[in-house]
């Protein structure tokens, strides 16, 4: 069934004349209720089948903007009352969660808690209302996603529709594809995925059809009614209600079946919608092959048997590592984040992190672990730990779907493990071990691992969610244990078709040449069915067997993967990981900020003062030229904005410390810039965004916050005689607020230049508005900022 959602609410209202400056339009669902019912019955008319409440901005850390954050109950009630005096008993009711504005740690100043408890307070009061569903949207970060699909989920029983807005380049602004998207929410419980805002319906059809290929989960879509343009002075969207309508059934064929509009769409494109739909066929889906995906934040990795295998990297766990457990309990995690960078670098695309060190907190040591890691790298997370409360900490921290090792057939493991895998949409590695002990061979390992099957099976849990071990004893021990293992392997293969895994060095403990050992048992195990291997990636005689082995199993066609390495002698191993200390002080130090090793910044800058490196030179051949080079990548999609603000975080801890070794002299500094969100406009994340990265690279920043008057930008860039000033619209109604900025600017005969930027913005907006420059993003912003100084 093809249901339809209404479209914008806001222009309407505006157009009505109820948006008056320094009004909260979630007001006046209590103020004006009947205006409210009123919009809601123009779409009913039109044809929607859900209408969505007047609550995007309604959640407590929002409305603190306007000093309501105490009457978010009372509001959200009324909205979804408004809601129902027109909606009736057929038309469904969508309870509106909008973004918090702001970003969780580390992106942002927010702790993913407080984000929680904002939206629990805001579903709660929704679905109280009589809310039919919750529809988180507009969200431009996985993060925030999971906090208020998680808080929905434990205080409603309500259907949740999720969706992201992606930018052009077909991700959100903090990295996450469609694809990691529909892994990640799909495994949380998400019962709708879509998307909405930012594009317009052309745009939207091809991430469309990468959700709908990626879950089984229904599709919605609300784009816009294509890019805004400035006429006349005002901003208007391009696509009308006919042009609109007619995508309509694109985007079914490409797996939507709930359609709708969002920003300038009105009753009459949602009618179009309708009309474009009326005589459609319903489209029919084929159910989807469910395979093992795990997620990060901006990557998804499969682990399949048809598939080339996946390196687990086991290096991040301080059992027998003295050196790495005693910084783990004095709380450095220097070691840890160089370890999942040099592994990843190794070839590993999964990282093992286990924080089993006696006398610490682990669960706190777990989330901050992967917090840091889920920031530097892109490699899907495996949670190690045999404590549930650490497991937890670890799993609400990480922005993706982790893999959780491991859930063996002992009671209190199956009884804590298993809710805690579908609480967090993690998958499960299968440890066949049972209160008894541990089955030798392949038919009890086998009778073990359907209890576990069962058991997660029975709680929630389907194909695809499942990694099995193979549980690898020392052959020294017992001269079939390699028999054992590799029939294992293959009963796992003939009996589920689930992909497997195993750690391998214990294989030849107590032999001598144990790599002779480890590297032929793995080229065996990869021939019986071995998938994702948990191993020390810097290995290179495991590596040259894993090579050969793609090769001879098919899986490197015509060994062409293998003839490269083999010829260019290119085998990843820890000697091919570029070390710091085999580096200029400058090539560190620029290295470091590449990759946000703010930690290391210290050490590295005491030898460069050492060695009497200018300062200058300091921040432009290593600060500035790291910052050029990541600017780089990220325009080229290779970096996302999580390894931006890492890097500009360790930008700034250099600059400190080189301020505080050769303090500035009046007038000296990169420049002053000025930097604002309009009147009329409450949004400031992107702002902020550009701030941190300014401050960061050394500008004098003035930041005067959102909802910021013509007249107080213009008195405090000339009272500091400003270099720059830096205006940021997201709102299409409060665009025009930066054309009076700019007209009083040059009516003071001030000089600054103008950089205007934000969601709504383009380069032919920017020249009608007679702005200096347009920035797509915070990182074409800094280099803007950065030319402007430089000439």
Same mark, same amino acid.
């Given at each position: 069934?093809?249901?339809?959602?209404?479209?914008?609410?806001?222009?309407?209202?505006?157009?009505?004349?109820?948006?008056?400056?320094?009004?909260?339009?979630?007001?006046?669902?209590?103020?004006?209720?009947?205006?409210?019912?009123?919009?809601?019955?123009?779409?009913?008319?039109? &044809?929607?089948?859900?209408?969505?409440?007047?609550?995007?901005?309604?959640?407590?850390?929002?409305?603190?903007?306007?000093?309501?954050?105490?009457?978010?109950?009372?509001?959200?009630?009324?909205?979804?009352?408004?809601?129902?005096?027109?909606?009736?008993? @057929?038309?469904?009711?969508?309870?509106?969660?909008?973004?918090?504005?702001?970003?969780?740690?580390?992106?942002?100043?927010?702790?993913?808690?407080?984000?929680?408890?904002?939206?629990?307070?805001?579903?709660?009061?929704?679905?109280?209302? $009589?809310?039919?569903?919750?529809?988180?949207? *507009?969200?431009?970060?996985?993060?925030?996603?999971?906090?208020?699909?998680?808080?929905?989920?434990?205080? *409603?029983?309500?259907?949740?529709?999720?969706?992201?807005?992606?930018?052009?380049?077909?991700?959100?602004? =903090?990295?996450?594809?469609?694809?990691?998207?529909?892994?990640?929410?799909?495994?949380?419980?998400?019962?709708?995925?879509?998307?909405?805002?930012?594009?317009?319906?052309?745009?939207? /059809?091809?991430?469309?059809?990468?959700?709908?290929?990626?879950?089984?989960?229904?599709?919605?879509?609300?784009?816009?009614?294509?890019?805004?343009?400035? /006429?006349?002075?005002?901003?208007?969207?391009?696509?009308?209600?006919?042009?609109?309508?007619?995508?309509?059934?694109?985007? !079914?064929?490409? &797996?939507?079946?709930?359609?709708?509009?969002?920003?300038?769409?009105?009753?009459?494109?949602?009618?179009?919608?309708?009309?474009?739909?009326?005589?459609?066929?319903?489209?029919?889906?084929?159910?989807?092959?469910?395979?093992?995906?795990?997620?990060?934040?901006?990557? *998804?990795?499969?682990?399949?048997?048809?598939?080339?295998?996946?390196?687990?990297?086991?290096?991040?766990?301080?059992?027998?590592?003295?050196?790495?457990?005693?910084?783990?309990?004095?709380?450095?995690?220097?070691?840890?984040?160089?370890?999942?960078?040099?592994?990843?670098?190794?070839?590993?695309?999964?990282?093992?992190?286990?924080?089993?060190?006696? #006398?610490?907190?682990?669960?706190?040591?777990?989330?901050?672990?992967?917090?840091?890691?889920?920031?530097?790298?892109?490699?899907?997370? !495996?949670?190690?730990?045999?404590?549930?409360?650490?497991?937890?900490?670890?799993?609400?921290?990480?922005?993706?779907?982790?893999?959780?090792?491991?859930?063996?057939?002992?009671?209190?493991?199956?009884? *804590?493990?298993?809710?805690?895998?579908?609480?967090?949409?993690?998958?499960?590695?299968?440890?066949?071990?049972?209160?008894?002990?541990?089955?030798?061979?392949?038919?009890?390992?086998?009778?073990?691992?359907?209890?576990?099957?069962?058991?997660?099976?029975?709680?929630?849990?389907?194909?695809?969610?499942?990694?099995?071990?193979?549980?690898?004893?020392?052959?020294?021990?017992?001269?079939?244990?390699?028999?054992?293992?590799?029939?294992?392997?293959?009963?796992?293969?003939?009996?589920?078709?689930?992909?497997?895994?195993?750690?391998?060095?214990?294989?030849?403990? $107590?032999?001598?040449?144990?790599?002779?050992?480890?590297?032929?048992?793995?080229?065996?195990?990869?021939?019986? #069915?071995?998938?994702?291997?948990?191993?020390?990636?810097?290995?290179?005689?495991?590596?040259?067997?894993?090579?050969?082995?793609?090769?001879?199993? &098919?899986?490197?066609?015509?060994? @062409?993967?293998?003839?490269?390495?083999?010829?260019?002698?290119?085998?990843?191993?820890?000697?091919?990981?570029?070390?710091?200390?085999?580096?200029?002080?400058?090539?560190?130090?620029?290295?470091?900020?590449?990759?946000?090793?703010?930690?290391?910044?210290?050490?590295?800058?005491?030898?460069?003062?050492?060695?009497?490196?200018?300062?200058?030179?300091?921040?432009?051949?290593?600060?500035?030229?790291?910052?050029?080079?990541? #600017? !780089?990548?990220?325009?080229?999609?290779?970096?996302?904005?999580?390894? !931006?603000?890492?890097?500009?975080?360790?930008?700034?801890?250099?600059?400190?410390?080189?301020?505080?070794?050769?303090?500035?002299?009046?007038?000296?500094?990169?420049?002053?810039?000025?930097?604002?969100?309009?009147?009329?406009?409450?949004?400031?994340?992107? @702002?902020?965004?550009?701030?941190?990265?300014?401050?960061?690279? $050394?500008?004098?920043?003035?930041?005067? #916050?959102?909802?910021?008057?013509?007249?107080?930008?213009?008195?405090?860039?000339?009272?500091?005689?400003?270099?720059?000033?830096?205006?940021?619209?997201?709102? =299409?109604?409060?665009?025009?607020?930066?054309?009076? /900025?700019?007209?009083?600017?040059?009516?003071?005969?001030?000089?600054? @230049?103008?950089?205007?930027?934000?969601?709504?913005?383009?380069?032919?907006?920017?020249?009608?508005?007679?702005?200096?420059?347009?920035?797509?993003?915070?990182?074409?912003?800094?280099?803007?900022?950065?030319?402007?100084?430089?000439?």
């Amino acid at each position: 069934m093809i249901h339809i959602f209404d479209g914008a609410m806001g222009t309407i209202l505006q157009q009505k004349g109820l948006l008056a400056p320094g009004y909260c339009p979630e007001l006046l669902n209590v103020d004006k209720p009947e205006e409210i019912t009123a919009v809601h019955q123009q779409y009913i008319d039109a &044809g929607s089948t859900i209408i969505e409440t007047n609550t995007f901005g309604a959640s407590p850390l929002k409305l603190a903007h306007y000093n309501l954050s105490e009457r978010a109950r009372e509001i959200n009630i009324a909205a979804v009352k408004a809601a129902r005096a027109a909606a009736g008993d @057929k038309i469904k009711i969508a309870g509106s969660m909008g973004p918090t504005g702001k970003f969780i740690k580390p992106l942002g100043d927010l702790d993913f808690e407080d984000a929680y408890e904002n939206y629990k307070v805001q579903a709660a009061a929704l679905a109280e209302g $009589g809310a039919d569903y919750i529809l988180i949207e *507009t969200s431009i970060d996985l993060q925030e996603m999971r906090a208020a699909l998680l808080a929905a989920k434990e205080v *409603t029983k309500l259907p949740v529709i999720c969706q992201l807005s992606y930018s052009e380049d077909g991700r959100t602004v =903090t990295g996450t594809d469609p694809q990691t998207a529909a892994i990640t929410l799909d495994a949380m419980g998400a019962d709708i995925i879509g998307i909405n805002c930012s594009l317009g319906p052309e745009q939207l /059809v091809p991430i469309v059809k990468i959700l709908s290929e990626n879950t089984e989960k229904p599709i919605s879509v609300q784009p816009n009614a294509g890019l805004p343009q400035l /006429v006349n002075g005002k901003t208007t969207f391009p696509m009308g209600p006919e042009d609109f309508g007619n995508w309509a059934p694109k985007l !079914v064929q490409s &797996g939507a079946t709930y359609i709708g509009g969002c920003c300038g769409t009105s009753p009459a494109h949602i009618a179009a919608i309708k009309d474009a739909l009326k005589d459609f066929p319903e489209p029919t889906f084929k159910p989807l092959r469910r395979r093992l995906m795990l997620s990060s934040r901006s990557k *998804t990795v499969v682990v399949d048997k048809e598939l080339p295998t996946v390196l687990i990297g086991e290096r991040i766990n301080p059992t027998g590592r003295k050196k790495l457990a005693a910084e783990i309990k004095d709380g450095s995690f220097l070691s840890v984040k160089k370890e999942a960078m040099d592994q990843v670098k190794a070839g590993a695309k999964l990282l093992d992190v286990n924080m089993g060190v006696g #006398g610490i907190d682990q669960a706190k040591a777990m989330k901050k672990a992967i917090t840091e890691i889920s920031q530097l790298t892109d490699a899907p997370l !495996v949670i190690d730990t045999s404590d549930p409360d650490v497991l937890e900490a670890g799993l609400r921290a990480y922005p993706g779907r982790a893999l959780i090792n491991s859930v063996s057939a002992e009671k209190e493991r199956l009884r *804590t493990f298993i809710p805690l895998a579908i609480k967090y949409g993690a998958a499960i590695l299968c440890l066949p071990l049972t209160d008894d002990g541990i089955p030798k061979t392949a038919e009890e390992r086998l009778k073990v691992m359907d209890i576990i099957i069962s058991e997660a099976k029975k709680a929630g849990l389907k194909d695809g969610d499942f990694l099995l071990d193979g549980l690898v004893m020392t052959v020294a021990a017992d001269q079939y244990a390699c028999a054992h293992v590799l029939n294992t392997l293959r009963l796992y293969r003939e009996k589920y078709g689930y992909p497997a895994t195993m750690g391998l060095s214990n294989i030849s403990f $107590g032999l001598p040449n144990r790599p002779l050992i480890n590297s032929t048992f793995f080229a065996m195990c990869l021939a019986a #069915g071995l998938d994702a291997p948990i191993m020390n990636p810097y290995d290179e005689q495991m590596q040259n067997a894993l090579m050969a082995s793609m090769a001879l199993l &098919g899986k490197d066609p015509n060994g @062409k993967d293998f003839s490269t390495n083999e010829k260019n002698l290119s085998v990843p191993k820890k000697a091919a990981v570029a070390k710091q200390e085999d580096l200029t002080p400058l090539e560190a130090i620029k290295q470091a900020v590449i990759e946000g090793n703010a930690d290391a910044m210290p050490e590295l800058l005491e030898k460069a003062f050492a060695d009497n490196i200018d300062p200058n030179e300091l921040t432009e051949k290593a600060l500035t030229a790291a910052m050029n080079e990541i #600017g !780089v990548d990220f325009g080229a999609g290779r970096v996302f904005l999580p390894q !931006v603000l890492l890097s500009a975080e360790a930008m700034r801890s250099a600059f400190n410390i080189i301020k505080e070794k050769y303090p500035a002299k009046e007038g000296e500094g990169k420049g002053t810039v000025v930097l604002a969100t309009v009147k009329g406009d409450v949004h400031d994340l992107g @702002k902020n965004i550009v701030g941190a990265l300014l401050e960061n690279s $050394g500008f004098n920043l003035i930041d005067l #916050g959102k909802d910021v008057p013509a007249e107080e930008i213009v008195a405090t860039a000339i009272k500091n005689d400003a270099d720059i000033v830096g205006l940021c619209a997201l709102m =299409t109604t409060t665009m025009t607020e930066i054309d009076e /900025v700019i007209r009083q600017l040059k009516e003071s005969g001030n000089t600054s @230049k103008v950089i205007v930027g934000g969601a709504a913005l383009t380069q032919d907006y920017a020249d009608e508005a007679g702005a200096d420059y347009y920035a797509q993003d915070a990182v074409i912003a800094l280099n803007i900022a950065n030319d402007i100084i430089s000439k």
